[in-house]
């Protein structure tokens, strides 16, 4: 009886998790206004009434995804923290290397995580309710554990955090603009690449302030 539950638990988990990825597609492609759970259930090749038994709405469904990819993206962040070997600022030029990968290589995910606005809904579903990102506490965490230790002097962590947040998170928003699109005239502002290094390097500056 215990494996044939297993079983069954896998093969939903396995479900759910295509459900996941596929309705995240969708949402990315159509938006929020054009996003139906009808034309999922479709491209699912499914019946639009047991998809409902997963989620109660698309703004459910919704925060299921990104509760998801947080959690993912979290967990990846956390191993390279564990796995870091050296100074503060090394590890934080490496987390923000990771983050501007993260951004191009999972650009749906990152689209839902920090860009498009959830489905309107009149009233909060579980999902919902229960959902606190951790990823800025991730980064918070860092800043005072170098100020705890001395390594960091004369700054405010919460404020730090959100500065370097802002750094990171507003590069990679520049980077997606037209002014890295060669089809576009105003794009003489060098490769994306080099605009990401030359910021982690104006950071690195920066930081050197709090160590000396």
């Known amino acids: 009886m215990k494996q044939t ?5 896998e093969a939903k988990d396995k479900q759910t998790s295509h459900i ?3 309705a995240r ?3 990315v492609e159509e938006g929020v206004r054009g996003f139906s759970m009808r034309a999922l259930a ?3 090749n499914m019946s639009q009434g047991n998809l409902y ?15 998801h990819d947080f959690s993912e993206l979290e967990e990846a962040i956390r ?16 987390l923000a290397y990771f983050y501007f990968d993260f951004a191009r290589t999972n650009n749906s995910q990152y689209r839902m995580m920090f860009i498009l606005p959830p ?68 794009a003489v502002y060098g490769n994306i690449k080099e605009f990401q290094t030359f910021v982690v390097e104006q950071l690195r500056k920066q930081l050197m302030l709090y160590i000396e």
């Open 5 to 9: 539950r297993a079983r069954s638990k």
């Open 119 to 186: 489905p309107p809904a009149e009233k909060k579903g579980i999902t919902e309710t229960e959902f606190e990102p951790t990823t800025i506490a991730l980064l918070l965490d860092i800043i005072e554990q170098a100020i705890s230790t001395g390594e960091f002097k004369d700054t405010d962590a919460k404020k730090m955090t959100l500065y370097l947040w802002t750094v990171v998170h507003g590069t990679v928003l520049v980077s997606q603009t037209i002014l890295f699109d060669s089809r576009y005239e105003s």
């Open 25 to 27: 597609d969708l949402f």
């Open 79 to 94: 191993q390279v923290v564990v796995n870091h070997a050296g100074s503060t600022i090394e590890l934080l030029e490496k």
């Open 53 to 67: 038994n997963y989620w109660s709405s698309k703004r459910d469904l919704w925060y299921a995804i990104i509760e």
């Open 20 to 22: 996941i990825n596929v």
């Open 42 to 44: 479709s491209r699912l």
